[in-house]
């Protein structure tokens, strides 16, 4: 291809800055006005782009053993344990799925394709979870949503793409399925792994909808207690955190929130970036 003209690479070079310019500076807000002093945030109308005088005082009265605190733990918890549990499930029934002797293989995939195309309701998910007699138990933010259909087919179009004749001689030496599968299988399949887990994570860690409907507000995990004091403009100081009559400037402590919720992920994706292209394009070509 013939070379840009530099009017062209000047171009894309300001538009590429202004994307990560809007991308970046409002997340450079949240971080400076949760470390922002209480007078720096009165005094630039409840928004700080750089502080004078940083202070970490905001996550000290998150961490102090409050509602925040428990929420964090439970989110965690949700997160390692139900992506844990998902992938388990998942590995299991994508490599089912994509052996070819299977019996019953191709009926099942239809049913579950059949559930991916017409999701159910709100109301017949809450018949279901009330049912098993799992409300107000974490276990309801788990067990109904165990296993993800797109993530499913990706990780058995995936399995597909592998040689079959790696099974054909791991069988000739008198190798099981389960011992194809952990030998073979899982370790050829680091990369679909890599992205199926982080999208489980991804979805355990932000989940607040369905914690609104099955849980008390005693077992919220932090997202959805992120909800509630950012975007319904509760007071933290109500709710246990830090002492009220300190908390002059609410922003700090709600940005703070934000903080902490969206900082795990962005430490986890770099190291799983690499893994994105070649996982989720493999899986759903070959499938």
Known sequence: MERPRPATRAAKAVALTAVVLLVCVPFLIIVAT?????????????????????????????????????????????TILGTAASMVCTIGLAYALSRRDVFGGRPILLLILFTFLFPPGMIPAFLLV???????????????VLINV???VVLRGFFQSLPEELHEAARLDGASEWLILRRIVLP???????????????????AWFYASIYLDSGKWPLQQVLRTYVIGGAQLADSGVGDASQVAAPQTIQMAVLVVATVPILLVYPFLQKY???GVLTGAIKS
């Open 188 to 206: 050829l399949s680091r990369a679909a792994l890599a992205v199926v887990g982080l999208f489980y994570a991804v979805s355990y860690w932000n």
């Open 34 to 78: 949760s470390l922002a002093s209480t007078d720096e945030v009165v005094a630039n109308g409840g928004w700080v782009l750089w502080p004078q005088h940083p202070t970490l005082r905001a996550y000290h009265q998150l961490f102090d053993g409050g509602i925040v605190t428990h929420a964090l733990w439970v989110s965690a918890g949700i």
């Open 130 to 144: 009330k049912g098993l007699h799992l409300l107000n138990g974490y276990s309801s933010l788990v067990a109904p």
């Open 276 to 278: 994105f292209t070649k």
């Open 150 to 152: 797109f993530n499913l």
